[in-house]
């Protein structure tokens, strides 16, 4: 299995400032059809995952445009430009090219 | 609009079979676009993939391969809900597991879109 390696696993985060997360995949995930499918999820505490950003730098309906991925090939970053107190909860990196999908371990943000 | 509504013990035995369901609203489990998924998470291990059910002319099922042997995931197409079993559990296997639809939309590759409500299983004695 592809396995996805996030860091930090923590991250204190001052309100307005930026905020960056890095994820790194065991294996390319440019797909066999050009495309690069990776995802990032946002987990607000007491609630269930939902998707932010697919295949790199898309971001879904409803996201602020705060919220922002780059990266290609094994290495990817999701960026938060100034956070808010309601950005605070736990960010995954997803890669949908290889089955099985697999998630990274997390990245827990917070307010300092 | 999709919902799932999760329902099951929040405590197994060990050695014991844990028994989950997942209740669908608003699509089919017989869906031909859908698949029907079981994700775990713990603070060891983050999000887990556990394995899906799903339909295209007939059924299939894909499991990890850190619980294969010890799982099933099965439909029940007449209450549009589908199951979670995994068996001789450990305290290794404490987790909130959550019930998800997976789907692979061309404009926007793969995504879990609707999640139920997660439910906290504790091993213990």
């Known amino acids: 299995d592809v396995v996805m390696t996030q860091s930090p696993l923590s991250l204190p985060v001052t309100l307005g400032q930026p905020a960056s997360i890095s994820c790194r995949s065991s294996?390319?995930?440019?797909?066999?059809?050009?495309?690069?499918?990776l995802n990032w999820f946002q987990q607000r505490p007491g609630q269930s995952p939902r998707r932010l950003i697919y295949?790199?730098?898309n971001r879904d309906s409803g996201v602020p445009d705060r919220f922002s991925g780059s990266g290609s090939g094994t290495d990817f970053t999701l960026k938060i430009s100034r956070v808010e107190a309601e950005d605070v909860g736990v960010y995954y990196c997803?890669?949908?090219?290889?089955?099985?999908?697999?998630f990274g371990h997390g990245t827990k943000v917070e307010i300092k | 609009q999709v919902q799932l509504q999760q329902s099951g013990p929040g405590l197994v035995k060990p050695s014991q079979t844990l028994s989950l369901t997942c209740a669908i609203s608003?699509?089919?489990?017989?869906?031909?676009?859908?698949?029907w998924t079981w994700i775990r998470q713990s603070p060891s291990r983050g999000l887990e993939w556990l394995g899906r059910?799903?339909?295209?002319?007939?059924?299939?099922?894909d499991y990890a391969v850190s619980v294969k042997g010890r799982i099933a995931i099965n439909p029940d197409t007449s209450k549009n809900q589908f199951s979670l079993q995994l068996n001789s559990v450990t305290p290794e296997d404490t987790a909130v597991y959550y019930c998800?639809?997976?789907?692979?939309?061309?404009?926007?590759?793969?995504?879990?879109?609707?999640w139920g409500q997660g439910t906290l299983v504790t091993v213990s004695s």
């Open positions: 608003g699509d089919s489990v017989s869906s031909n676009s859908a698949a």
């Open positions: 295949k790199v730098f």
């Open positions: 294996q390319s995930l440019v797909s066999s059809d050009g495309n690069t499918y």
């Open positions: 997803m890669q949908g090219t290889h089955w099985p999908w697999t």
């Open positions: 059910t799903y339909y295209r002319s007939k059924w299939y099922n």
């Open positions: 998800a639809r997976g789907s692979f939309p061309a404009a926007t590759g793969p995504n879990f879109d609707y």
